[in-house]
């Protein structure tokens, strides 16, 4: 037996024992931590209150809309159209079942957006695609579009178009502006003039 | 001959294997940043209310002298120059895991000192906060509020700031099914039908919060 050819067998051996002994490693398709900061950098997960209202009175079956809350505040008040997926079990099955719809726009959002993004990195961070987070969450979301403030007098003309398009998904949404103050006013003016003594009124109509 | 030619061939690929293992091993990329938590670890610090400072601890830690907490300032040069908390230091966002800031976030572990991420808002500091704690940095923490509450913080404790939270709800629920509900009871409703039937009672009285154009 030539030495040479147990030298070579020795080595082949080691690396075969080698292997054995290596870390399994890690088969699941999870976002480098470099490229997962480079994604939190970019603000472009963040959608605005008013793309994804707009998104919602138009129906879009792309669209899904997840509140991140607890179930209480969920039931309490959420967006019309919204799910409910606490961030506690954002990674049971189920909840990985619906989000893993890789045809769905998944937006979330949360009182703010601090919850939701944290939310969505975990799901970025899990490989997950088409995930956004809606930026200022319902707090914003209420305040722009249930409470819609007019714009003034002199304000550009896109300013009144968004007022009216916030006006018109309220009530698309709830049958009503409902805190949208100074249609209100106006409607409550109108009241006095037009009442017959009734009260009944049933003018809860609008057009 | 024949025999002196078949031990050169093979010390020739006793040599090969070896050289291909060394410049395997030497070559082999082992990531720098690797991720120290399970998702579901992660998913689990955020209820942990020992991970965040509020503005009320902050308060504190701003007095404090003996230099156990480091602020750091994840926003960008330009808002960094133009004010900061003393002593903070400027880690922007995209250069958190430069080796540099790696290397001072790992001096700061080494002292034993604390380090304190605040942002323009508590959202920009979130993302930051929580890759460090994934990858495995437990000493830093996160600043429940924005810059300007640190900093007015800072400037006059005598001052109450906006001891507000980000993530508190505003929305006064019980408000809007006072004006939402008669309404909505009338009216065939899409979406939050549930709501509606809860207080059908009222329809009758309040008609005042009509529509209108």
Redesign the interface.
Same mark, same amino acid.
């Given at each position: 037996m030539?030495k040479?050819?147990l *030298? #070579?067998a020795g /080595?082949?051996i080691a690396?075969g024992v080698g292997i054995l002994f290596m870390p399994a490693k890690d088969t699941s398709k999870?976002t480098?931590?470099?490229l *997962? #900061?480079?994604a /939190?950098?970019d603000p472009s997960r963040f959608l605005s209150t008013d793309d994804i209202t707009d998104r919602l009175v138009k129906k879009d079956p792309a669209l899904m809309v997840i509140d991140v809350?607890s179930e209480s505040?969920f039931k309490?008040?959420s967006i019309?159209?919204a799910i409910n997926i606490p961030?506690?079990s954002?990674?049971s099955a189920s909840a990985q079942e619906i989000l893993n719809q890789k045809e769905m726009d998944k937006v979330f959002y949360?009182?703010?957006?601090?919850?939701s993004?944290?939310a969505w990195?975990?799901c970025k961070?899990?490989g997950m695609q088409r995930i956004y987070v809606m930026q200022g969450?319902?707090?914003k979301w209420?305040?722009t579009i249930?409470k819609a403030e007019k714009p003034a007098e002199a304000a550009p003309i896109e300013a009144m178009e968004l007022y009216q398009f916030r006006i018109a998904a309220c009530?698309y949404?709830?049958?009503?502006?409902?805190?949208a103050s100074t249609?209100?006013v106006?409607?409550?003016k109108?009241?006095v003039s037009v009442v017959k003594k009734k009260?009944?009124?049933?003018?809860?109509?609008?057009? | 001959m024949d025999e002196l030619n078949?031990?050169n061939r093979?010390?020739i690929?006793?040599i090969g294997?070896?050289l291909v293992?060394i410049i395997g091993l030497v070559t082999l990329r082992r990531?720098d940043?690797?991720?120290s938590l399970t998702?579901?670890e992660?998913?689990a610090l955020?209820?942990d209310p020992a991970s965040v400072i509020t503005p009320e601890k902050a308060t504190a830690l701003l007095k404090d002298s003996s230099g156990k907490t480091v602020f750091i300032d994840v926003r960008n040069s330009i808002a960094f120059d133009r004010g900061h908390i003393k002593n903070a230091v400027n880690i922007p966002?995209?250069e958190?895991?430069a080796k540099k800031s790696m290397s001072a976030f790992r001096d700061i572990e080494k002292a034993g000192q604390t380090a304190v991420l605040y942002g323009e808002t508590?959202?920009q500091a979130?993302?930051?906060w929580?890759?460090l704690r994934?990858?495995g940095f437990k000493n830093v923490l996160l600043f429940?509020g924005s810059y300007t509450q640190l900093d007015i913080a800072n400037s006059d404790s005598t001052t109450r700031f906006l001891p507000q939270l980000?993530?508190?709800?505003?929305?006064n629920?019980a408000a809007?099914k006072a004006?939402?509900t008669?309404?909505?009871g009338?009216?065939d409703?899409?979406?939050?039908a549930q709501k509606a039937k809860k207080a059908v009672a009222p329809v009758?009285k309040e008609?005042?919060?009509?529509?209108?154009?």
């Open positions: 030539n040479r050819y *030298l #070579l /080595i082949i690396l999870q480098q931590p470099e *997962l #900061l480079a /939190i950098d809350r505040q309490a008040f019309p159209g961030a506690d954002l990674l949360s009182n703010a957006d601090v919850t993004d944290q990195i975990i961070r899990m969450g319902v707090n209420f305040n249930v009530q949404f709830f049958g009503s502006p409902l805190m249609p209100k106006a409607a409550d109108k009241k009260s009944e009124a049933a003018s809860g109509g609008g057009c | 078949k031990t093979l010390t690929a006793v294997i070896v293992i990531p940043i690797k991720y998702p579901a992660s998913l955020l209820n966002v995209r958190l895991f508590q959202q979130n993302g930051p929580f890759m994934q990858t429940t980000s993530e508190t709800p505003l929305i629920t809007l004006i939402s008669p309404v909505a009338g009216k409703i899409v979406k939050p009758k008609a005042s919060s009509g529509g209108g154009c």
